[in-house]
């Protein structure tokens, strides 16, 4: 069972535009964490939020956490080709030990 | 902080061979995960150290499957008799005390069975 729902699954634009990427779920998160991750390598934290509402910013990325806590949003604004690579996000449901349920991710590729 | 670092980075091995992967989390990171994620899915949780202790493994896990933390700071993972479907890249993550539990990862060691 997926508990967290990524969409796109791919995406493909051209440098400069704008795009968001989302993850949803029907269960609770504590938090929820998003990484990129390149091929052949481990993901790459970009941010944690922890608040039902939260946004935090991140240069041209800015991250939103739902009123509660079961979705997630990622904007990217005037995306380069830098930002190419698979974005994850992955919920921590509580209890002390905090492992994560990651989406199946978004590829993003941006065309120069 | 040099980060999380894994060897090897990349192992092939022939099936019903044994394999053993290294972790080596940040220090003072007291919790340790182990990860496995195949082609076009997200990593899946495999086992989580407190310190020393394991805590928690998941049914992913198999008999197979071994992991250890002996001094609560390096952990190894160990395959015995590995099938092709142990084909993956194995990632190591750890956290640091307290805070929501964000866990930074290493490069992944990407297994090969023939």
């Known amino acids: 069972t997926q508990l967290l729902e990524q969409s796109p699954q791919f995406l493909s634009i051209q440098e400069g535009e704008n795009l968001t990427v989302y993850c949803n779920s029907s269960?609770?998160?504590?938090?929820l964490q998003w990484y990129r991750q390149e091929p052949g390598e481990g993901p790459v934290l970009l941010v944690t939020?922890?608040?039902?509402?939260e946004v935090k910013k991140l240069k041209r990325l800015t991250f939103q956490f739902g009123d509660a806590r079961k979705d997630s949003s990622l904007h990217i604004t005037a995306a380069q080709p830098g930002d190419t690579g698979l974005y994850l996000c992955?919920?921590?449901?509580?209890?002390?030990?905090?492992?994560?349920?990651f989406g199946k991710g978004t590829l993003l590729t941006v065309n120069p | 902080d040099t980060g999380v670092s894994q060897d090897p980075r990349h192992k092939i091995t022939k099936r019903g061979q044994n394999v053993t992967f290294r972790c080596d989390p940040i220090s003072e990171h007291n919790r340790l995960y182990w990860y496995r994620q195949t082609l076009g899915q997200g990593p899946e949780f495999l086992t989580y150290?407190?310190?020393?202790?394991?805590?928690?493994k998941s049914r992913l896990l198999s008999d197979r499957f071994s992991a250890e933390r002996p001094k609560g700071s390096f952990s190894t993972l160990e395959i015995q008799r590995t099938e092709q479907g142990d084909s993956a890249m194995y990632l190591c993550a750890s956290s640091p005390p307290g805070g929501p539990g964000e866990q930074y990862f290493g490069p992944g060691t990407r297994l090969t069975v023939t």
């Open positions: 992955a919920g921590a449901r509580g209890g002390s030990n905090y492992k994560l349920t």
């Open positions: 150290f407190q310190n020393e202790a394991q805590l928690e």
């Open positions: 269960s609770v998160f504590s938090s």
């Open positions: 939020v922890v608040t039902g509402g």
